[in-house]
């Protein structure tokens, strides 16, 4: 019998919010354009979401490097986890796909959400969305990583269980004034 405390399950229950209050806000920004630049991004418009959230930086084709990350995120991680890579999170046999949902991310500016597994249980959720420069270009990936049982409380490496691509909102129906003064 698996016994989880009191204050574990509000935790976990309250991390869940988290990811909720990231992906709403993402959806909030890409309605005026297909992917939202990473300097409109407000931590204060997602407060309640900041202690699980983390921006990261793209490089190559595949890979990340964390900016900045939530005390939750560096607990999990088990470290202060600025300029690690993202992938540091992943064990080596599963890296392969994270990098795949990585270049998802970015190159067909797709949002992302993958579950963890510690052992054989599904331990954590991790959702990754693509943030574009001034030249369109995705360069940034604002995340979430939140536990969803007592396993995820061990520092990772983890597995993958599931990945899983959401396609980017569709931007708002726009008129267009067409003159025809013939």
């Not at 698996?2 to 399950?9: A, D, E, Y």
């Not at 991390?15 to 990473?38: G, Q």
């Not at 900016?67 to 540091?88: E, H, I, N, Q, Y």
Request: one cysteine or more; a neutral charge.
């Amino acid at each position: 019998m698996i016994i989880t405390s009191l204050t574990q399950q509000t935790l976990n229950r309250h991390a869940a919010r988290a990811l909720d209050i990231l992906d709403r806000y993402w959806k909030d920004l890409s309605r005026d354009s297909d992917i939202p630049l990473w300097s409109m991004v407000d931590p204060g418009a997602f407060q309640d979401a900041l202690d699980h959230a983390f921006l990261a930086e793209r490089y190559g084709r595949c890979h990340a490097r964390i900016r900045v990350a939530g005390g939750a995120v560096a607990d999990m991680c088990g470290t202060d986890c600025d300029g690690l890579p993202l992938s540091l999170w992943i064990r080596q046999d599963y890296r392969a796909a994270f990098n795949d949902a990585l270049q998802r991310c970015c190159e067909h500016r797709h949002a992302v959400a993958l579950e963890l597994v510690a052992d054989i249980d599904i331990c954590a959720r991790m959702v990754l969305y693509p943030l574009r420069d001034t030249t369109g270009r995705v360069t940034q990936i604002l995340g979430g990583l939140a536990p969803v049982s007592d396993a995820s409380q061990k520092a990772g490496p983890f597995g993958l269980a599931r990945i899983t691509t959401h396609a980017t909102p569709a931007t708002k129906a726009t008129l267009r004034l067409v003159v025809d003064n013939t």
